[in-house]
């Protein structure tokens, strides 16, 4: 949720900060800091609000801040502690010789306060990462080694933590540690970084180290060295980053979450390929490890995800189970981990997450891991926390996704779950082969038909106009596409914050339908298929309360235009596969009518990229 960079080097410290800091700010955006050590002086900066106004206040002090020849930087997103000056990060102890930056939350923060105060050490914040800045200091002063106070403060740590240390007495020596928060090492030529994920160096340097939990990390402009929590030293493996700086920026688009959008098609193209050759050959998952004869014996899957993930996994659902007649369970990963699950080594778990660090699916993963379970993964981030820990793995290769809302990635989890229920299927032969054959030929046009509705997103902006001005928004579907429903209402909610609402149509009757009223618009996910006659009746009922009627469909039916007010039109595609088509118009008119009202679309108010706290 917050986002560190640590910097030893020749360069322009100030400079590798703050561009760092700007390509993570997608992590969380309340308020910013920085600390520079220049060769007598260890200062600290910091900024409430957004990225600008923290470079806006280095303006004033460059007379100093050049002379920097280290330097570590923060930008939050508050979990305790107002976003204020004073809670933002870096932390220093009490002498001010020790600064700290820190992503997570310490969950013993209290009774480490009590202690520490008790020894003396005054709190000026209502922050958890300054008793982290105490509690080093502590250690420092009895070993005099960076190093070394480090790894023995943070044996008191219990929760999740990504820091990043300096100390005035050291003047060439960036500390790092983590447990359950993200943290790497960019290698450099005569200059190193830390990180709290790859945007942050990608512009310096490809080459990485990723710190596994409880790692310790110290860095010098022309070395870096790896110890575990009980001093051993440990050799840690460069990995290349597979991506380019241009996935960095916005290439002519007036926003992230557009060009993410338009990059649909190629995120498709990109899944298959490797993965399904032609429609007659069988899908090719070589990170699946799942034996024949586990698959063939698998009787239960569950799926846990968040957020637009928990809707992948539900469309997951209906493909696996029609495809495979498996029973899946779909659950919220924050629910999952505070009940007693029936898990064990005859389920098979499927963790789906974008980021690879959500912390509610982390902790869910391992729990079912722990049960025996053997782990599948879908994720975007095959070097992170989550894909670590799978023991089957289907990187969705969707490219850095830098938009809060996630779009492209979302797309590309369902094209990863399509293509693992077949994959399974084809191996438990399941299914029919014709339909087989038929959803991957589909699957493969699919690229050139989100082309088509992208050319005529004009008419979506339309309708973006029509009802920007509109302060609650339902969304109703039937079957395989109600989750579709609960993501067109997500996308607009968090990025526009109008009060959206997805709605399995058959419950409108139930409940919701006493809202309907002129000043309400209802959007009717109205594709052709076993439900479309139902849910036009369900349109029909909420038309008689004189609703704003929108309908997206794939139906030429001239009836329609008597029903609804507003008609979205998407090209013709088999009821199985509709899910993937029909969530393009949804996050063009979530984008445009946020775009109209105005609104901060890529770093919406009060939400982070990956949610790595609980
Ligand atoms: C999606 O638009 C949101 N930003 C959010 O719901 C996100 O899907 C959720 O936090 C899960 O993230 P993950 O896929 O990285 O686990």
Redesign the pocket.
Known sequence: MCGIVGYVGNQSVVDILLDGLEQLEYRGYDSAGVALQTPDKLDVYKAVGKLCNLREELKHHTDETRKAIMGIGHIRWATHGAPTVLNAHPHTCNCGNLVVVHNGIVENYKELRELLTAKGCVFKTQTDTEVVAHLIAQKYALSKDLTEAVRLAVKDLKGAYALCVMHKEEKNKLVGTKLNAPLLIGVGEKENFFASDVPAIIKHTKKAVYLEDGEIATLTKDTYSVIDSDGNVVEKKVEMLPWEPVALSKMGYKHFMLKEIHEQPDVIRNILTGKLHTPQDNVILNEVKLTREHLKNLNRIQII??????HAAMIGKYLIETLCGIAVDVEASSEYIYRRTVTDEHTLVIG???????AD?LTAIKQAKAKGSHILII??RPDSAMAREADSLVPVNAGIEVS????K??IAQLVSFYLLAIYMAEIKESANEYLLLSLKTDLMILPQKIEQILSHKEEIQKCAKIYSGTKDFIYIARGINYPTALEGA??LK?ISYINATGYPAGELKHGPIAMLDETMPVLSILMKGCVYEKLLSNSEEAKARNARMIALTNSEDEKLNDLFDFIIRVPDVQDLLSPILAIVPLQLLAYYIAEFLGKDVDQPRN?A???TVE
């Open positions: 995800a968040c957020g637009t993930s928990l789906v997450s974008q980021s690879g660090e959500t699916t994720t975007n809060v809302a996630a779009t990635s979302y997500l996308k968090e939400l990229k990956s949610v």
